[in-house]
């Protein structure tokens, strides 16, 4: 298979959905002139880690939807899915750089508005209060017993990009409707990091939906395999190699 690599615009020049859609104009792209190149179209491998690992999802989602192309396979490696909860337990519990719980609140800030002004909220979900008690409760596992109550009207002051963001499976993909007929999945989440509980719910909800799944969880903190590419092999960390390897051994396989 072709590697290639998508440079999109970057907050807070540019925010949502700009980044989502230089990366899907890339994909259709590719998949309407990949074929004069000598590229097999049929076996388009879309993958990313941290934020390309959201919007990697995000551009499969889209593409099942608007093109009905299954890609060979999705890569996720230790995808940032949501931002209508950041006090999921891994949020909670495993808060340590490179990405804190507030350094996360700040990126997604940035990415919503070009601002950091929202992260204030973002950290206490003050701007997500009338989605409690709804179906997207349920999708960051929240009981959702007490569903039929009366849903709070969303906060003044709050952005509309906000609000929408929240919903848009091109921004959250883990509040997607449905996620029936995505193609095979590779998910690579870390021990030790904040968005951990981000990729499990993703994983349960795609198995839920009929999608293969494999599962690699690492005794590792969030950003290990970009963070430490190595100039010489010496220097990799045992964990580095292992999770260079998995990915390599299913490529191989698809």
């Known amino acids: 298979m072709d590697a290639w690599i998508c440079c999109y615009r970057l907050a807070p020049k ?12 890339v994909i259709k792209t590719l998949l309407a002139t990949g074929g004069q190149y000598g590229i097999d179209i049929n076996r388009i491998v879309v993958a990313g880690d941290s934020a390309g690992g959201n919007l990697a999802t995000a551009v499969a989602l889209k593409l099942r939807d608007e093109n009905n192309r299954l890609m060979a396979a999705q890569i996720l490696i230790y995808p940032a ?16 750089p490179p990405a804190t719980r507030h ?18 909220s973002f950290l206490v979900n003050n701007h ?39 919903t848009d499976y091109r921004a ?8 029936k007929g995505l193609p095979k999945t590779l998910l690579i989440t870390c021990e030790y990091d ?22 690699f969880n690492y005794m590792a903190y969030h950003g290990f395999l970009s963070l430490q590419q190595p100039s010489s092999i010496l220097a990799a960390t045992e964990v580095f190699l292992q999770a260079f390897q998995d990915i390599v051994d299913y490529i191989k396989e698809l």
């Not at 540019?14 to 104009?25: K, R, V």
């Not at 959250?172 to 996620?179: E, F, G, I, R, Y």
């Open 14 to 25: 540019h925010i949502f959905p700009e980044q989502f859609q230089d990366c899907y104009d």
């Open 81 to 96: 899915l949501q931002f209508m909860d950041l006090s999921t337990p891994s949020f909670l519990k495993m808060s340590a």
């Open 103 to 120: 350094q996360v609140a700040v990126y997604w800030s940035y990415y919503m508005t070009g601002t950091p002004d929202m992260a204030s």
């Open 128 to 166: 997500s209060l009338h989605l409690r008690n709804t179906k997207y409760s349920s999708y960051i596992g929240v009981e959702d017993k007490e569903m039929h109550k009366t849903q709070r009207k969303p906060l003044d002051g709050i952005p509309k990009a906000v609000l929408d963001g929240l």
């Open 172 to 179: 959250s993909p883990l509040m997607a409707d449905n996620l």
């Open 194 to 215: 904040v968005v951990k509980d981000d990729g499990l719910l993703y994983k349960a909800r795609l198995q839920g939906a009929g999608v293969k799944v494999t599962h």
